[in-house]
């Protein structure tokens, strides 16, 4: 179990995936290609959920009871946190109407389906959609989704003795369907394209990418020469990060770099250049509160916009709107890693 020990570079990647998705939200102008930190946040989230499932599964040690129960302890405190605050300010703020959009959206976040009720309620994720307080919680459905449903068939084929490598090829192969079918949708003018962005289907495939990496690890596979993979991998993600906009075909083949990427460097520590820099204070700091700062990060930007009578006019926000919604997005965040996050996950069963 050594191999689950808290790795200071995953922080470190947790902090870059978390500043590019809001320096994006703040100026998609400042980062085209911003977004593409909730993809790095998939392959980490798949990486992290399989060495932890498959490790205790071989072990005979896997209780889904348990593993349930720690993934609630982990998410929901601070997650309800800031969905009943957007309920509270929204109550002050938002006309009847949007508010009874607010209600609904919050509804479906409590049983994870937010990635489909914005899907059906608010289209196409680039189209204009700032305003809605919870727009962000799609992701969440996202991971959660695939929380529910990976772990059951994982512990299946491997109880029905699933070799090593045709579990690989599997996962392989459904992994390239997925980005395939999300790149076909993705330029294809049809009603399912709006839905294309938020769901499971579509993303499996960057989960995926991390949950055999787990798998290859745990099998023993390693890199060589690390320090280049390392490089590969961070060049990958700062030219996505650059290449890749709003206006790309999304997602898809244009996931799949930064996907690559992130599990480049996640497959190369712990010691080389990049897993290196990545663990430094300010970036592992980051990296521990990355989860509350994206919660509070994108409906404090809702608000001020919504309140902001000349936000179509503008475009963007002020200067002072950015500096005052950073400011308090660190500090909320570091709030509730503090009074919440660092606390809740510690509380015992009973």
Not at 42 to 66: A, E, P
Not at 207 to 236: C, E, F, H, P, T
Request: proline share 4%.
């Amino acid at each position: 179990m050594s191999d689950l020990k808290h790795r200071k570079d995953i922080d470190g990647l947790r902090a870059i995936a978390v500043l590019s998705v809001i320096l994006f939200h703040m100026n998609p102008n400042w980062l085209p290609g911003g977004f593409l930190g909730v993809d790095i946040f998939f392959v980490i989230s798949g990486f992290l959920i399989t060495k932890i499932i498959h490790s205790q599964v071989t072990t005979n040690s896997f209780n889904f009871y348990d593993f349930y129960t720690r993934r609630m302890k982990r998410i929901l405190p601070a997650f309800f946190t800031v969905v009943l605050s957007c309920l509270v300010i929204g109550y002050f703020l938002l006309i009847p109407y949007d508010y009874d959009k607010l209600g609904k959206s919050a509804l479906s976040t409590v049983f994870f389906i937010s990635n489909i009720y914005f899907a059906r309620a608010a289209g196409g994720y680039f189209e204009t959609n700032d305003t809605l307080p919870l727009l962000h919680t799609w992701s969440l459905s996202v991971e959660e989704q695939y929380y529910f449903i990976w772990p059951i068939i994982l512990m299946i084929l491997l109880k029905f003795g699933i070799k090593q490598k045709a579990l690989i090829l599997l996962l392989s192969v459904v992994a390239l369907i997925s980005f395939a079918g999300a790149t076909v949708l993705a330029i294809t003018d049809t009603p399912l394209a709006k839905w294309n962005y938020y769901m499971l289907p579509s993303r499996v495939g960057e989960l995926l990418i991390g949950s055999m990496l787990a798998l290859l690890l745990n099998y023993g596979y390693q890199l060589r020469n690390k320090n280049v993979w390392s490089l590969a991998g961070a060049l990958l993600i700062l030219i996505s990060f650059v290449l890749v906009d709003g206006h790309s075909v999304f997602p898809g083949i244009n996931a799949l770099w930064a996907c690559l990427g992130t599990a480049f460097i996640l497959a190369s520590a712990p010691n080389n250049i990049v897993n290196r820099a990545l663990s430094i204070k300010p970036l592992t700091y980051i990296g521990l509160i990355s989860y509350s700062l994206y919660l509070w990060h994108w409906p404090i930007l809702a608000f001020i916009r919504y309140t902001n009578p000349n936000i179509q006019a503008l475009e963007y926000l002020s200067s002072n709107q950015l500096l005052f919604a950073g400011v308090l997005t660190w500090l909320l965040a570091h709030m509730t890693f503090k009074l919440i996050e660092s606390k809740s996950r510690f509380v015992k069963k009973r």
